[in-house]
């Protein structure tokens, strides 16, 4: 059969769902697949030996989802031979593992484009493609992702080839339909990445905030914490006047565009006083209904059961119709009005109401069908992004919503968080559960963290928030923000702008966890805060239940590998997080995506403390629950090298800007917040000197012992400096 056009292979917009063309070059000795336009996967053999492979993927692995299997081998039977392999993927490409954390693995993610070791998989966020091999030894070339002349993304490994096939798997719309995100278009749409922190008025304030507390915020978050990186000042639910819409002769918008007594200066008082204070304004905005003459007025908006009655629906109340019409008449110029107003942040609350207990209770009633109500309520999200304009932050809240993907920036993945032990192990759990999302179809939002939970279960859940580079959302009263407290925080922010360096399916023999129900999460009839409280360990066993991992040395959720990448410096971020209670216990390199044949700097974070060097293995200490250990390990090199900071939980992917060994001087370029000091720890190998104090470091301590160097550095300036320690 003769192929027409064999060399034409255009570059297009919305990846094919289609096959890998190979080309074998006998002359070269190399094997190509091409793929929308570009050479995805080209294999350079070795001169001497006679190699075999599948063309393309003529098995039964072809339906919808699309599968491709190829492989390559050798012929000759106890022969092998090393042939180097080029990956080409688009710009956005990140290498990663094509499973979930398995038994005693770590959670993988990654900041920058690091080669994991052992992580055996490439995902093109752009063509939403992934590639996974398997079957024989291999190692990476390279130590990241490197762009080409093109501006594409290329990685190398070298493989030993056998008689026995190694496996190369190509899923095209991976996300999209292997794991059933059907609305996940990247090239058509790509969320907000940046990393984001702020401060919400819920659970600080429930529905009596007022505009005295907005401004007490904004001024105090302002001097404490915005150099840190707080950006937004967020008015959650209160400012409204009830019942929504509140004037049942006017349309949807009037209900959120006046604000009550608590607010007599309206939203242009709210939006001034935040950005007074060098903040952006955020506001919260729900779906609910709930105002009878309202839905009497306009009947055709709503949904009706068979007997043509208006159709209630748990949390919802009456249900939006969703029709085109109706949105654009009632919902888009709220979001546009308020944008107009300058909020640059849009948290929008009650869509797992409107989706499952509005919509979906239609279709049990027999009045909608499936698809019908999920085109309706995506047909609502994408009005929402319409009217705020696709320069706003949206946060869609709550529940992981696949009808979200593609139009908001942000989803919150766990219920209304609080500070007792369920609602902090909720978010360490669920962050754990949903981080296969993270940047890539959103920001995951494990909701607001209330700090005046105890403080370890604090260090905890803003130590995975930060690392894991989730929306980082405060919410308490002013008062419960003790010096300690702030010390704790300021440490962790900002959140980082990690993302997920594992995929695959959900475990559901894990139970996710949603006892915050039993602690009075909801608007409850004294508008308090929810209290801080601690439990036994009898119930949070309980609430832990039974699941596959359970009766690991490190359960699932517990253990996760954060791999950093700055210019001139890699180094991984060890987390450990007590779910449930740990034993003493190790934790094989390899299951850290770590070359288990190398020596690592260990040290410790919150305990600011060297622990050694370590190989194959980490030993691990008995964690108390609720407690966290943040381990950093760097590789160890022939000469000196920073192995911890003070400044951030990633020690320190915030104020080393840049780490380079010259051959006869470390220099770093440091940024930090004026008028602060913080302290840096250095590894100096033997035979090297450190120097007498110099003009160049900024330093009010050096201390030197058990071949580290440790160094305080005061930060007069909020420029940039460069410092160098010579050796």
Not at 11 to 28: F, G, N, S
Not at 168 to 173: G, T
Not at 411 to 422: E, F, L, S, V, Y
Not at 568 to 573: D, I, K, N, Q, S
């Amino acid at each position: 059969m003769r192929l027409n056009n064999r060399n034409y292979h255009p570059v297009l917009k919305e990846p094919p769902i289609a096959h890998a063309l190979h080309c074998w070059d006998p002359d070269k000795r190399l094997l190509s697949y091409e793929y929308n336009g570009r050479n995805t996967i080209a294999i350079q053999f070795p001169e001497e030996f006679e190699i075999g492979f599948r063309h393309g993927s003529d098995g039964n692995l072809q339906s919808d989802p699309f599968c491709q299997c190829i492989y390559v081998k050798m012929e000759d039977p106890g022969v092998s031979g090393e042939a180097v392999v080029t990956f080409t993927m688009s710009k956005d490409a990140v290498n990663m593992r094509p499973n979930r954390a398995e038994q005693e693995q770590g959670i993988l993610a990654q900041t920058g484009s690091p080669l994991l070791y052992g992580v055996n998989g490439l995902y093109d966020i752009t063509q939403d493609l992934l590639i996974d091999w398997w079957g024989c030894e291999w190692r990476w070339l390279d130590e990241e992702l490197c762009p080409n002349e093109k501006g594409n993304l290329t990685a190398r490994l070298a493989v030993k080839l056998q008689n026995k096939p190694w496996l190369i798997n190509l899923r095209m719309a991976y996300y999209r339909r292997h794991l059933g995100y059907r609305y996940h278009q990247p090239w058509k749409f790509r969320p907000n990445t940046k990393a984001v922190a702020g401060w919400c008025s819920w659970e600080a304030c429930r529905r009596q905030v007022s505009m005295d507390d907005i401004s007490a915020a904004s001024d105090f978050f302002s001097k404490t914490l915005r150099d840190y990186g707080m950006e937004y000042i967020q008015l959650d639910d209160g400012f409204e006047n009830l019942p929504i819409p509140f004037d049942a002769q006017a349309n949807m918008e009037k209900g959120w565009l006046e604000t009550n007594e608590r607010f007599p200066g309206g939203h242009k008082e709210v939006v001034d006083c935040i950005r007074a204070n060098g903040m952006e304004p955020a506001i919260w905005l729900n779906t609910n209904i709930v105002n009878t003459d309202f839905v009497n007025n306009h009947p055709e908006w709503f949904v009706k059961d068979r007997e043509d009655q208006m159709l209630l629906g748990e949390w919802i109340d009456y249900i939006m119709t969703c029709d085109e019409d109706m949105l654009e008449e009632q919902v888009v110029p709220i979001y546009q009005h308020l944008r107009k107003l300058d909020y640059t942040y849009f948290k929008i609350d009650a869509l797992r109401h409107l989706i499952m207990d509005g919509l979906q209770e239609a279709v049990r009633q027999g009045v909608m069908t499936n698809d019908d109500a999920a085109t309706r309520f995506r047909r609502y999200m994408e009005c929402a992004r319409k009217g705020m304009g696709n320069d706003a932050y949206f946060l869609a809240s709550w529940g992981v919503l696949g009808e979200a993907v593609g139009t908001a920036d942000a989803c919150r993945i766990a219920m209304d968080a609080n500070p007792t032990w369920a609602g902090i192990r909720m978010q360490l759990v669920e962050s754990a559960r949903w981080f296969h999302t993270q940047r890539i179809l959103f920001l995951n939002d494990p909701d607001h963290v209330c700090c005046r939970t105890e403080v370890e279960w604090l260090k905890s859940v803003l130590s995975l928030v930060s690392l894991s580079g989730s929306l980082l959302m405060l919410s308490d009263p002013l008062s419960e923000y003790t010096e300690e407290r702030l010390g704790i925080i300021r440490r962790v922010m900002p959140p980082l702008d990690t993302r997920t360096a594992e995929t695959g399916p959900l475990d559901l023999r894990y139970p996710p966890f949603t006892w915050t129900k039993l602690h009075g999460f909801a608007v409850n009839s004294k508008e308090k805060p929810v209290e801080a409280e601690g439990i036994s360990l009898t119930d949070a066993l309980d609430m832990a239940g039974n699941y596959p991992t359970m009766d690991n040395a490190h359960p699932f959720s517990t253990l996760w590998a954060f791999h950093m990448a700055i210019p001139g410096r890699r180094w991984t971020v060890v987390g450990r997080f007590a779910t449930v209670p740990l034993e003493i216990s190790t934790v094989l390199l390899e299951n850290l995506g770590l070359d288990p044949q190398k020596k690592y700097v260990a040290f410790d974070f919150w305990k600011s403390c060297y622990l050694g060097i370590v190989s194959g293995s980490l030993p691990c200490q008995k964690l108390e629950l609720g407690n966290c250990q943040i381990i950093a390990l760097t590789p160890l090199s022939d000469h000196p090298q920073l192995i911890a900071s003070s400044r951030h939980v990633s020690m320190d992917a915030v104020s080393v800007k840049r780490h380079d060994w010259t051959g006869c001087e470390l220099q770093l370029e440091l940024e930090g917040v004026e008028g602060t000091k913080e302290t840096y720890w250095f590894y100096v190998p033997q035979g090297y000197t450190h120097p007498e104090q110099n003009n160049d470091i900024l330093a009010v301590e050096v201390d030197f012992v058990q071949r580290q160097k440790k160094l305080t550095i005061s930060f007069d300036k909020k420029s940039e400096e460069t410092k160098r320690e010579y050796y």
